[in-house]
């Protein structure tokens, strides 16, 4: 399974709309000449709004089959919402942190450094999510 995300910045929404629509067709023919599925069904749409702007609905697409819009996302291992706000970021990544200092003290004292080093690493990489990027 390939993760695949795509991020598109325009002002102008009748221009995002087209050039989503022109960026999904062009990722199904790529992925078809490579002879590979880009399943619709499975894939997700979030548009950042600011709070005094009004919501217009996406439809993006291909052959009459539309992504579905969603309102939040994990991305990079972060919670990302439409509105974007860091408090939920912060507050999602603060047990992780903690959880990490707790086994690397626990283990700094009893193992080598390779140990201490590998613990630290398989938390940063847990952290990291399937994208492998670091927060």
């Given at each position: 399974?390939?993760?695949?995300?795509?991020?598109?910045?325009?002002?102008?929404?009748k221009?995002?709309?087209?050039?989503?629509?022109?960026?999904?067709?062009?990722?199904?023919?790529?992925?078809?000449?490579?002879?590979?599925?880009?399943?619709?069904?499975?894939?997700?749409?979030?548009?950042f709004?600011?709070?005094?702007?009004?919501?217009?609905?996406?439809?993006?697409?291909?052959?009459?089959?539309?992504i579905?819009?969603?309102?939040?996302?994990?991305?990079?291992?972060?919670?990302?919402?439409?509105?974007?706000?860091?408090?939920?970021?912060?507050?999602?990544?603060?047990?992780?942190?903690?959880?990490?200092?707790?086994?690397?003290?626990?283990?700094?004292?009893?193992?080598?450094?390779?140990?201490?080093?590998?613990?630290?690493?398989?938390?940063?990489?847990?952290?990291?999510?399937?994208?492998?990027?670091?927060v």
């Open positions: 399974m390939i993760q695949l995300r795509v991020i598109i910045s325009r002002r102008n929404f221009e995002f709309c087209s050039v989503s629509n022109l960026v999904l067709s062009h990722m199904i023919k790529c992925f078809a000449a490579n002879y590979l599925v880009l399943n619709l069904d499975k894939m997700n749409i979030m548009k709004i600011t709070k005094n702007s009004t919501h217009s609905a996406l439809h993006i697409g291909y052959k009459e089959k539309y579905e819009e969603t309102m939040n996302t994990k991305f990079l291992g972060l919670l990302i919402g439409n509105h974007i706000n860091s408090k939920n970021n912060i507050e999602g990544m603060i047990p992780k942190f903690s959880a990490a200092c707790c086994a690397i003290a626990s283990m700094v004292h009893t193992s080598n450094i390779n140990t201490v080093k590998s613990i630290y690493y398989a938390y940063l990489l847990s952290m990291a999510g399937p994208s492998g990027c670091a």
